[in-house]
């Protein structure tokens, strides 16, 4: 993933997609939204955040109803760069699947589940 996104010229690092794309399906969200999302620490998503807005891909506004609370979203660009990264995560999740059978892909899926739940647990 990470080659891929230097060869089509996105300035994001690999964990800074993932946050991108993360606040891109979500809309306007808070950084504690992405922290529950991603299971990463409040410290570790907040340097993700404020080097994307470092780079215009997002903006945050300040939440009206509370003054310490920021809404997080997309700039154009930063649609633009979700847009891009979409694409090279679909493209890169079918070469991983091309050769895979229905019943493959289906039980690929089931183990990937049961371990994400068994990481949840612990």
Do not use: Y
Request: aromatic content about 4%; overall charge negative.
């Amino acid at each position: 993933m990470s080659e891929r996104l230097h060869e089509q010229g996105i300035p994001c690092s690999f964990f800074q997609s993932i946050v991108l794309l993360q606040i891109g399906q979500h809309q306007p969200c808070t950084a504690h939204t992405i922290v529950e999302i991603t299971g990463k620490d409040k410290a570790q998503i907040t340097r993700l955040i404020n080097e994307l807005v470092k780079i215009d891909l997002l903006e945050r506004q300040q939440n009206p109803n509370d003054k310490r609370q920021f809404w997080l979203s997309l700039t154009p660009l930063g649609f633009a760069t979700f847009t891009q990264i979409s694409d090279i995560r679909q493209a890169l999740s079918q070469q991983a699947l091309n050769h895979l059978t229905q019943e493959e892909q289906s039980l690929a899926t089931e183990v990937i589940i049961s371990m994400s739940n068994n990481l949840k647990s612990v």
